[in-house]
C-alpha cells in the first residue's frame, strides 16, 4: 500500500467513472433522506463497497494491479502465493480435503496454489471461491480456465458459504479489512458515533458530484456502540485523549462465528494489515486506521470518489481472535507476513530460480514481501484451526499471540 496522499493531488475521474459515482451518491443520499437526515458510517461504507450493482465491489472496475486502485501480496508476487500452497498442503496430507478461498481477488493466488499443489501431489477435492463481485468472479474464470483441465475442473464458484462443514483450509486474504466499521470519538462526556448527512446543496438535490455533497456529522453512540467502546477502554493501559477518533469493526464476531461453521476440521488462515488492540488504539493513532485506495494512491477521504474506490480499515486482530474463540476455534498462530513467509521457505524458492535475471526478479519481488517498510511487518497472518494437529511451518519461527 501506499503513503497516504492529499485529496487534491489525486486522478481525476474518467467522464464513465464520474457518472457512476454520481450514481452511488444518488443512492446514498436516497438512504440519508430515508433514515432521517443521518447514516452511521458503518452503513454508508457498506453502500459505498456492496449497494448491488453500484458499490465497489458490485460494480465493475480494474481493482487490482498496477492498473487498478491497490496491490495484494498474490499480485507482488507468485512467491506469496507458493508459500501458502506449501502451507495448505501441509493440512491436506494429513487427510485429504478441500479449499475454499473467501475473495478471490484477479484468481491469481487460486491457480499458483492449484499449480503448486499438483506439483506437490497434494491437490484439493476441490477449490471453492465465494465472490461477492461478479466482475471479479468473470476475470477469476477467465484466468482459471486457462490452467490445465486437471485443475481448472477442480475449481467451483459459491453463492453462499457451504451448508455442510469442509475439512481442509478456508482462505481469507485481504478480507476482514473491508468488513463495514463503525467510526467514533471519544469524550469525557461520552462516545460520539460518525456518520453521514447531507449537506444544504445535497438536501436539495444539487450536490457536487465529487462527493454527493455529504459530510460527517456526529451523534451519540448508541448502547452497542458506547459498550464495545467502554470494553477497548479497559483493555488499555492509559486512557484515550479527548478527541481521540478511531473505528471498530462489530461485524468481525458475526464473520468468524459464520466462516467457523464451514470448517469441521483444518485452517481457517488469514492475512490481512492490522494490529493487535492495544497497538491499534495507540495513543498517537488519534484519528484511526481509515484509508482510500484509488488508483494505486492511499488517502483518507471516503467521501469522494464514491463508488470508484476501496474504503478499508485496519484489522483489529484481538478481536478476531476473541470471536474465534467464542466460536470454539484455537489461535494456533499469529506472526508477521515476513515471518510466516521464512517460515515457509521464501529464501529456498528465489534460490531454485533458472537464472541470474529470474533470481534477481525474485529476491526483488521477496524484499517487497518480507521487509518491514514495504508489506512485512504491517501485514499478519493468522492461523484459526478446529481439530487440526498439522504442524504449521509459517508460524514456526514467530509467536505474537502474546500481545492478543
Not at 481525476?12 to 454520481?22: A, L, M, Q
Not at 450514481?23 to 436516497?30: L, M
Not at 501458502?84 to 475473495?103: F, H, N
Not at 451448508?163 to 479489512?177: C, F, H, K, Q, T
Request: aromatic share 6%; charged share 20%; with cysteine.
Amino acid at each position: 500500500m501506499t503513503a497516504s496522499t492529499a485529496r487534491s493531488i489525486l486522478p481525476p475521474p474518467s467522464p464513465e467513472e464520474r457518472t457512476h459515482s454520481k450514481a452511488v451518491a444518488e443512492c446514498i443520499r436516497e438512504q440519508i433522506i430515508r433514515s432521517g437526515g443521518w447514516l452511521s458510517f458503518e452503513r454508508f461504507m457498506e453502500l459505498a463497497l456492496y449497494a448491488p450493482g453500484l458499490g465497489y465491489y458490485s460494480a465493475g472496475s480494474a481493482k487490482l494491479g498496477a492498473g487498478g486502485d491497490f496491490v495484494t501480496a498474490p499480485e507482488v508476487s507468485d512467491l506469496f502465493s507458493r508459500c501458502v500452497a506449501k502451507q495448505c498442503a501441509a493440512v491436506l496430507s494429513r487427510g485429504g480435503g478441500q479449499i475454499l478461498e473467501l475473495g478471490a481477488g484477479s484468481g491469481r493466488m487460486a491457480a499458483v496454489i492449484l499449480s503448486e499443489l499438483a506439483a506437490q501431489a497434494a491437490l484439493p477435492e476441490r477449490y471453492s471461491i465465494l465472490e461477492v463481485s461478479a466482475d471479479l468472479a468473470a476475470r477469476q474464470r477467465e484466468r482459471l480456465a486457462r490452467l490445465p483441465a486437471a485443475l481448472s475442473e477442480r475449481v467451483v464458484w459459491l453463492e453462499r458459504l457451504p451448508e455442510r462443514p469442509l475439512e481442509g483450509v478456508i482462505l481469507a486474504n485481504e478480507v476482514a479489512d473491508a468488513l463495514p466499521c463503525r467510526r467514533f470519538t471519544w469524550r469525557a462526556s461520552g462516545v460520539t458515533e460518525l456518520g453521514v448527512a447531507l449537506g444544504e446543496s445535497a438536501a436539495a438535490g444539487s450536490a457536487p458530484a465529487e462527493s454527493g455533497g455529504l459530510h460527517e456529522q456526529g451523534v451519540a453512540a448508541d448502547a452497542v456502540l458506547s459498550r464495545a467502546c467502554a470494553e477497548i477502554l479497559g483493555a488499555l493501559a492509559a486512557p484515550l485523549a479527548e478527541g481521540y477518533t478511531s473505528e471498530v469493526c462489530l461485524r468481525v464476531a458475526p464473520w468468524i462465528a459464520t466462516v467457523s461453521e464451514c470448517l469441521g476440521r483444518g485452517l481457517l488462515l488469514l492475512c490481512d494489515y492490522g494490529l493487535p488492540q492495544r497497538h491499534y488504539y495507540h495513543p498517537q493513532r488519534t484519528h484511526g486506521t481509515l484509508r482510500c485506495h484509488y488508483k494505486q494512491r492511499a488517502h483518507d477521504d471516503p467521501y469522494v470518489n464514491l463508488g470508484i474506490q476501496d474504503i478499508t480499515a485496519w484489522v483489529d486482530f484481538t478481536r478476531i481472535a476473541q470471536a474465534a474463540l467464542a466460536a470454539d476455534l484455537e489461535v494456533a498462530g499469529f506472526v508477521t507476513q515476513a515471518a510466516f513467509l521464512l517460515g515457509l521457505g521464501l529464501e529456498g524458492l528465489v534460490a531454485q530460480a533458472q537464472d541470474d535475471v529470474q533470481r534477481a526478479r525474485l529476491a526483488g519481488e521477496a524484499r517487497r514481501l518480507i521487509l518491514p517498510e514495504e508489506m512485512g511487518e504491517a501485514f499478519k497472518m493468522m492461523a484459526l484451526t478446529r481439530d487440526c494437529d498439522t504442524t504449521l511451518a509459517g508460524f514456526s519461527l514467530q509467536d505474537l499471540r502474546h500481545l492478543l
